[in-house]
């Protein structure tokens, strides 16, 4: 008789325990070193437990059948000249974006994550944490090889990581991770797992990505969707995590709490670029940015997960309220950002066309009409000597010390002013955009003042190709440091749109 | 002590690809959990129930017409909303740990 099979339960305790041994010639300690550092506290390990049960045969059979997917859907794309029928060539702005800013956080959190399989005590975890360093290397290949199609049409696609260490708007995704991966195995794992993975990814690989299928990029749809499937595992590893530590001691209720507060509103500001991508750059729109955020954060994290971590004494996130406050706001601050400073980035920005205006107003009733709307109308017409027909911002702004953001976001109190904050320490002054950002740098003062802020690089002369040879020569020789070639300025004037409308000058639908 | 205000509602979800096994385990949900609500997007299907969803092995088989391993499940998720209170060879269970 063939021996019976193992269940799923027996297996994933074989195949991860089951491996764990106890050192009998090197102390714990000495082989997990950054394991109490941070003031956390386990009494038992083996409390752990994966919902998922995910063992490494399962992984590597399921990952594959994945990446086989994905490799034909992008195949099929690239041989029916799939980029030709995309809604419009203003659509690819926003995987500039996603390519520039997420494709090398990718892989930063592929390499956290190893740091973290590799420091944490228990087996359950360290096994979990692997697969997800593996996981994240998988996304950063899969997003790689679907804009490397986009690269050989379209500007914005060829130099990301050589932008994300250098351009302004980048240092935003940047200097999110690289706080994360300075911090302690818990905290990082508390960060990413569980504040930006449960609660956060969703807005950027869920609805964004299904605005990604109704502009007609399957690939990016399909790399969205396989990224995230990874991610209800990484979540569920979040999750895990921090009700793991919630029950094994009390004092670690307040640590947990203060990064979980941190965290939030971090990875928030990070996300604001989703809502400028979501909002603006996608000329065909699924959901706005509110309606997700009220869908995937107001229902799912505060009326679901938040209620489920009350008996553990955990409350919502301390800047919760603001980021309620601010969504009707939010995005249209951050996507007039990046219009008014579109001569120094690797995407193009434009002026919203009247039927994408009206859909804005008819999405923020609140809002759009009252703040922005004349923004645009005085943009026509405030022309600046620079390339598009329209108004930029010519100067360059001052940035939040901790999201890197500049500050500009409109306060939802006193709509007709943006917020400003700061804070003196040791006898310089700190500027912040939030009550949130000025908070995080009072938690950790040593740490925030090291920033690398770009724009103040910039006036200390370390981002030029060549010293200027004047002041009109400061911008030129930043973007030649940056690799922006013809990447920059509004869409109508782009090498893209002049592409767009001869590829299809013998259609009658172009988008002009 | 921040008090949050939200007048939104609680809900377990799955967000499921559009695709043939997506839509063989989306009725398989539906055949399993009366109640369930769908909201179809591009690319995707968010279903929603009040309380809980469980996905059962042998429904979803005679769904697809051929033997499934719940650990397929891994290849039509895309997200979800709540905890994998259970998951083994016959079913897999997504609820809140807080019952509404």
Redesign the interface.
């Known amino acids: 008789m063939a021996k019976k099979k193992l269940?799923?339960?027996q297996k994933y305790h074989i195949y991860t325990r089951g491996l764990d041994w106890e050192p009998t010639y090197v102390s714990k300690k000495d082989i997990y070193p950054y394991a109490e550092y941070e003031g956390i506290k386990i009494k038992d390990w083996n409390k752990w437990e994966d919902?998922?049960?995910?063992t490494v045969e399962?992984y590597w059979k399921?990952q594959a059948?994945?990446d086989r997917?994905f490799y034909a859907i992008l195949d099929g794309f690239i041989q029916n000249q799939g980029h030709l029928t995309l809604s419009d060539a203003r659509y690819l702005n926003s995987i500039k974006l996603f390519i520039q800013g997420v494709t090398p956080l990718e892989y930063m959190a592929h390499r956290g994550f190893a740091f973290v399989a590799r420091h944490l005590p228990g087996p359950g975890p360290r096994t979990a944490a692997f697969f997800q360093s593996m996981d994240e290397l998988r996304h950063t290949q899969i997003e790689v090889h679907a804009a490397s199609n986009f690269n050989k049409y379209y500007d914005g696609f060829h130099s990301m990581t050589h932008m994300h260490d250098r351009v302004w708007y980048l240092s935003v995704p940047k200097s999110y991770f690289d706080d994360a991966v300075t911090a302690g195995p818990f905290e990082y794992i508390t960060a990413i797992s569980f504040s930006f993975e449960y609660a956060l990814t969703?807005l950027l690989?869920?609805?964004f990505?299904?605005?990604?299928?109704?502009n007609g990029d399957t690939p990016t749809?399909t790399f969205g969707?396989s990224a995230?499937?990874d991610?209800?595992?990484h979540?569920?590893l979040g999750?895990q995590v921090v009700k793991f530590l919630l029950e094994q001691h009390e004092d670690n209720v307040p640590i947990i709490q203060r990064w979980i507060d941190k965290w939030w509103w971090r990875g928030y500001r990070l996300t604001s670029l989703v809502g400028a991508m979501m909002d603006y750059m996608l000329p065909k729109r699924?959901?706005s940015w509110k309606e997700s955020f009220?869908l995937y954060i107001?229902?799912?994290i505060?009326?679901?997960?938040?209620?489920?971590l009350?008996?553990y004494g955990i409350?919502?996130p301390?800047?919760?309220?603001q980021s309620?406050k601010e969504k009707e706001f939010l995005s249209h601050d951050v996507y007039w950002i990046l219009f008014s400073f579109t001569f120094a980035a690797a995407f193009h920005s434009w002026i919203p066309k009247e039927e994408e205006m009206e859909w804005l107003a008819e999405k923020y009733p609140r809002t759009f009409n009252q703040y922005y709307r004349w923004r645009y109308e005085k943009a026509k017409e405030a022309k600046t000597p620079l390339p598009g027909d329209r108004f930029y911002y010519i100067g360059l702004p001052q940035l939040c010390q901790v999201c890197q953001i500049p500050m500009g976001f409109t306060n939802p109190d006193d709509p007709n002013n943006f917020v400003q904050r700061y804070v003196e320490y040791e006898g310089e002054i700190y500027h912040f955009c939030s009550d949130g950002c000025k908070w995080i740098f009072e938690q950790e003062p040593e740490k925030y003042v090291q920033a690398w802020l770009p724009v103040h690089e910039i006036y200390k002369g370390n981002c030029f190709a060549e010293p200027p040879k004047g002041p009109d020569d400061v911008v030129p020789q930043v973007l030649k440091w940056y690799n922006i070639q013809t990447d920059n300025f509004d869409y109508f004037v782009s090498e893209d749109y002049k592409n767009w409308k001869e590829w299809h000058k013998d259609m009658a639908t172009v988008v002009v | 002590m921040t008090a949050v205000e939200t007048k939104r509602e609680r809900f377990v979800a799955v967000d499921l690809q559009k695709t043939e096994e997506g839509y063989n385990v989306l009725q398989a949900i539906l055949k399993d959990n009366p109640g369930t609500r769908i909201d179809e997007f591009p690319g995707y299907y968010k279903v929603k129930h009040p309380e809980k969803l469980i996905i059962k092995r042998e429904t979803v088989e005679s769904f697809m017409g051929r033997s499934w391993d719940t650990q397929e499940f891994n290849l039509v998720i895309i997200s979800y909303a709540g905890n994998f209170a259970e998951w083994d060879d016959e079913k897999i269970l997504i609820q809140w740990d807080t019952h509404m």
């Open positions: 269940t799923l339960a919902p998922f049960r995910m399962a399921y059948e994945k997917r969703n690989f869920v609805p990505m299904s605005g990604a299928a109704y749809m969707f995230q499937s991610e209800s595992r979540m569920t999750l699924v959901m009220e107001e229902d799912q505060l009326e679901g997960l938040f209620r489920d009350e008996r409350r919502p301390l800047h919760m309220n309620i």
